[in-house]
């Protein structure tokens, strides 16, 4: 991720203590950083760190009203004239210093692990991708059972048409015809099965994911913490106290804008009233889109702003796969195998082969391995099943559409000719 990509930025005035003077500018939020830029001279005149930050405050005095102050180790620096207002800028500033904190100290634990091995790293790389695997694996299951639903409507409405026809036929049929009675008591027989297929209910599905946001409510100004939660049938947004402010189901969502690889919208269209929209900011967005761009990819829409982390996180990804694999085999071999070279020795360079030197894993961090990519080989099987059995599916949607269609055309110019 670039760390110099802008997430935010507020005019405002910053207090000199050289010159003891305002000066007026835009204070810039980064994923790493805050910055503070002068507009007549545009010089840098603040740039620091935001795991260097120890508070962040919203202070007033006699002479200064409505501020903004972050002590920065020894250093306390004044911002004033925010805008929209004090309170937004105080919330996205302190949203993304506490999960800069909170990384920081997940990668310190992790760098110190990293220090005695290189399995480590490894162990983590696949457990990532099999929770990934696992969360396709919960959208496809509920989109199967969208098409299983799809499927008993289906067999449903051939029911309907097939009782239609029976009518028409009856109504068709001279009135000295002697079976006719027997028609009206043939829909009667398909009854149990319609109460069968109502058995159905509410299925309870499980969390995706779930991440703190900033949320901002249509164009308003104030913005307000809580959280997004992604599930395979929708989304929902709440607030800190986990009480859901609004829920979109798959079907409701018409757009998702990424306007930044931290900031999204989620809109909603109406007719004769306004949209329902929601813009949403956090610091663990990239984690999210991902799954966004999978449940919504004919509704998303990368913006200006983050076509780059598109491309950027897309390039690596083209080979993920095989790099996983080979990884993981390779080390594998060489716990094994300890002698024999890892892979081959062709065209590795000398810092390759010097490497795999010195980064060996342990027979334990080779014994887990070997479970996560089991795990992975029976997901990655299952998914393709399922994915199979909705092609198949989708297939027999598409014909009993189709066949549908034209019984209702059919039934249609009867009832002309009978009207």
Same mark, same amino acid.
């Given at each position: 991720?670039?760390?110099?990509?802008?997430?935010?930025?507020?005019?405002?005035?910053?207090?000199?203590?050289? $010159?003891?003077?305002?000066? $007026?500018?835009?204070?810039?939020?980064?994923?790493?950083?805050?910055?503070?830029?002068?507009?007549?001279?545009?010089?840098?005149?603040?740039?620091?760190?935001?795991?260097?930050?120890?508070?962040?405050?919203?202070?007033?005095?006699?002479?200064?009203?409505?501020?903004?102050?972050?002590?920065?180790?020894?250093?306390?620096?004044?911002?004033?004239?925010?805008?929209?207002?004090?309170?937004? &800028?105080?919330?996205?500033?302190?949203?993304?210093?506490?999960?800069?904190?909170?990384?920081?100290?997940?990668?310190?634990?992790?760098?110190?692990?990293?220090?005695?091995?290189?399995?480590?790293?490894?162990?983590?790389?696949?457990?990532?991708?099999?929770?990934?695997?696992?969360?396709?694996?919960? &959208?496809?299951?509920?989109?199967?059972?969208?098409?299983?639903?799809?499927?008993?409507?289906?067999?449903?409405?051939?029911?309907?048409?097939?009782?239609?026809?029976?009518?028409?036929?009856?109504?068709?049929?001279?009135?000295?015809?002697?079976?006719?009675?027997?028609?009206?008591?043939?829909?009667?027989?398909?009854?149990?099965?319609?109460?069968?297929?109502?058995?159905?209910?509410?299925?309870?599905?499980?969390?995706?994911?779930?991440?703190?946001?900033?949320?901002?409510?249509?164009?308003?100004?104030?913005?307000?913490?809580?959280?997004?939660?992604?599930?395979?049938?929708?989304?929902?947004?709440?607030?800190?106290?986990?009480?859901?402010?609004?829920?979109?189901?798959?079907?409701?969502?018409?757009?998702?804008?990424?306007?930044?690889?931290?900031?999204?919208?989620?809109?909603?269209?109406?007719?004769?009233?306004?949209?329902?929209?929601?813009?949403?900011?956090?610091?663990?967005?990239?984690?999210?889109?991902?799954?966004?761009?999978?449940?919504?990819?004919?509704?998303?829409?990368?913006?200006?702003?983050?076509?780059?982390?598109?491309?950027?996180?897309?390039?690596?990804?083209?080979?993920?796969?095989?790099?996983?694999?080979?990884?993981?085999?390779?080390?594998?071999?060489?716990? &094994?195998?300890?002698? $024999?070279?890892?892979?081959?020795?062709?065209?590795?360079?000398?810092?390759?082969?010097?490497?795999?030197?010195?980064?060996?894993?342990?027979?334990?961090?080779?014994?887990?391995?070997?479970?996560?990519?089991?795990?992975?080989?029976?997901?990655?099987?299952?998914?393709?099943?399922?994915?199979?059995?909705?092609?198949?599916?989708?297939? $027999?949607?598409?014909?009993?559409?189709?066949?549908?269609?034209?019984?209702?055309?059919?039934?249609?110019?009867?009832?002309?000719?009978?009207?």
């Amino acid at each position: 991720m670039n760390e110099d990509i802008r997430i935010h930025s507020w005019p405002c005035s910053y207090y000199l203590d050289t $010159s003891k003077q305002w000066v $007026s500018g835009r204070l810039s939020l980064t994923p790493v950083a805050i910055k503070f830029t002068a507009d007549k001279t545009g010089e840098l005149l603040v740039n620091f760190h935001l795991s260097c930050i120890s508070e962040i405050k919203k202070e007033s005095s006699n002479l200064i009203f409505s501020s903004l102050t972050i002590l920065e180790k020894n250093t306390k620096h004044w911002f004033s004239s925010l805008q929209p207002n004090r309170n937004v &800028v105080f919330n996205i500033l302190e949203h993304f210093w506490r999960e800069q904190l909170l990384s920081s100290q997940g990668a310190g634990a992790e760098a110190a692990a990293l220090q005695s091995t290189k399995g480590k790293e490894l162990t983590g790389l696949l457990t990532g991708s099999q929770k990934r695997l696992e969360d396709t694996a919960k &959208v496809l299951h509920y989109q199967g059972e969208q098409f299983d639903n799809i499927m008993r409507g289906l067999n449903k409405i051939e029911g309907d048409m097939d009782v239609a026809d029976r009518l028409l036929t009856e109504l068709e049929s001279p009135s000295w015809w002697p079976f006719s009675s027997k028609l009206w008591k043939a829909p009667l027989e398909t009854k149990p099965k319609e109460t069968a297929t109502v058995s159905d209910s509410k299925n309870q599905e499980g969390i995706i994911i779930r991440i703190p946001v900033i949320i901002t409510h249509r164009t308003d100004s104030n913005v307000k913490p809580g959280k997004l939660t992604l599930f395979a049938s929708g989304l929902e947004i709440s607030d800190c106290n986990s009480q859901v402010i609004h829920r979109f189901e798959s079907k409701d969502v018409d757009d998702i804008r990424v306007h930044t690889p931290y900031e999204i919208s989620v809109r909603q269209r109406f007719i004769g009233k306004p949209d329902t929209s929601y813009r949403l900011l956090s610091a663990k967005m990239p984690e999210a889109i991902p799954i966004l761009e999978m449940q919504f990819s004919k509704k998303i829409q990368f913006l200006e702003d983050a076509l780059g982390f598109v491309g950027a996180r897309k390039s690596p990804q083209v080979d993920l796969g095989t790099s996983i694999w080979q990884a993981a085999t390779g080390l594998l071999g060489g716990v &094994v195998q300890p002698g $024999s070279p890892v892979g081959g020795r062709e065209g590795m360079d000398n810092d390759q082969v010097q490497l795999q030197k010195q980064e060996k894993i342990s027979q334990e961090e080779a014994k887990e391995l070997k479970q996560i990519l089991k795990k992975l080989k029976g997901l990655a099987l299952e998914t393709e099943a399922e994915l199979e059995r909705q092609d198949e599916a989708l297939d $027999s949607i598409t014909t009993s559409v189709d066949h549908a269609t034209l019984n209702i055309d059919k039934q249609n110019r009867r009832i002309r000719k009978l009207t």
